[in-house]
């Protein structure tokens, strides 16, 4: 191979999801034969993000500001917070450009499997911020797998004290999706979740 | 999202050959989650490659000096070339452990579709050390596809002034390959190749 730095950086490559050993090896040599135009650029962004970007302490997103842009905008709703698993719910929320409130990142889901607990995940700081009057509203926005629906209650059980009203995203036929290619689950429920014309 | 340095980060991860825009997004959530033990060390994995690895003069492999650790290896045979399309099969080879000579990394395929012309390949400097007494024997180890074995051909035909034995790689069923789920070129050569037991 061709010394240790190459070998280096191939390694820390493979660690990322959705790369291996053989794609890490394509892609540092993609990057060697593009040394000015991305290899730099990318170390130099990685490394910039690295230093800059920061969870913010108040609802968890990433932001190079802390409170996050979001917390902080006042265009965005305070009277409700959407709760989600991770940033990258954020970031599809945001995308589909559907929620005008504020977020609240806990971190994860509960699971026995992997180990996760309440006490990892950033509960506490969610019923702190939804005692307060001014929030109305929780929305629970976990993936709508066994330990996403799991944690959805658990947090809902935490929240029940605080007296705020406390709501799930709906379940049912995707937009666009075709009910031949739909699994039982999905099916039953939006059946059990029709609703009138 | 979340400010300009994570989008400018995943725009460079997502140009990386096996990752999307998807992909990127996941993976710049996996780094910002091991910040110390991932992002930095691959941001300076990264930086110093670019900055300490060069390509070799006399034989395209890439190495932190020039000429690389293979060519100035004096256990290696000075006699023999092994050309290959890439510095990927310079790898490959090197993990086979299956040849002690040199290598010379031509740098790509003859390609009309792809608009890759002599001029782009690296087959000058390797008529140039071929023409060296030394030199007995250039094993032409391309990639067993059409461009692959047209960009053989021209390089055997650039050699033939030289008088050096050229050689190529043998094609037949791969070790460990079932009949069944080889293609019918494959079983074809296999068969024409046959040899004596």
Known sequence: MAGGE???????????PGLGPRSARRAILHLMKRRESLMIPLAEALAE????????????????VDPCGICTDPRRDPHTICVVEDVA?????????AFGGRYHVIGGVLSALDGVGPDDLN???????????????????????VDGQTTAHYIADRLAPTGVRVSRLAHGVPVGGELDYLDDGTLAQALRARQAV
């Open 89 to 97: 719910d954020v970031w599809a929320l945001e995308r589909a450009a």
């Open 123 to 145: 509960v506490d700081t969610l019923v702190a911020r939804a005692s307060d009057p001014a929030v109305t509203e929780v929305i629970l926005a976990m993936n709508a797998t």
């Open 6 to 16: 190459l070998d280096r950086a191939m390694q820390y490559l493979a660690k990322l």
């Open 49 to 64: 993000a690295a230093r800059a970007v920061r969870p913010c302490s108040t609802c968890g997103n990433l932001d190079t």
